[in-house]
């Protein structure tokens, strides 16, 4: 792994290890499988709650809920991937040459 800094809001320099290719920050898959569980978690609870509340079947909602887990984080995985290989919104700062 490579390392490069970035300055946090002290004016301070601060290493973040992260891997690079060709100057570029990459993110590892594993990366975007633990932000896929993570966020369909989340997701599920909602469309659980969200189903009770329009069908008032615990039951429906719960059926509902586990269905659309599997296909949502597989979407979002490859979703996660796809942005993962975009440059938008992402920038390495390097640290200097040299330091006096």
Not at 45 to 69: N, P, R
Not at 80 to 96: D, Q
Request: aromatic fraction near 12%.
């Amino acid at each position: 792994m490579s390392a490069y800094f970035v300055e946090n809001t002290n004016m301070q320099t601060e290493n973040v290890n992260e891997k690079q290719v060709n100057g570029h920050v990459i993110e590892k898959p594993i990366r975007s499988i633990m932000k896929t569980l993570s966020w369909r978690a989340t997701g599920t609870m909602d469309t659980i709650i969200v189903s009770y509340i329009v069908t008032g079947s615990a039951k429906a909602a719960f059926s509902v809920g586990f269905a659309e887990l599997f296909t949502k984080m597989f979407l979002y995985y490859l979703h996660e991937r796809v942005w993962s290989k975009l440059k938008f919104g992402k920038e390495v700062v390097r640290p200097p040459e040299y330091e006096i």
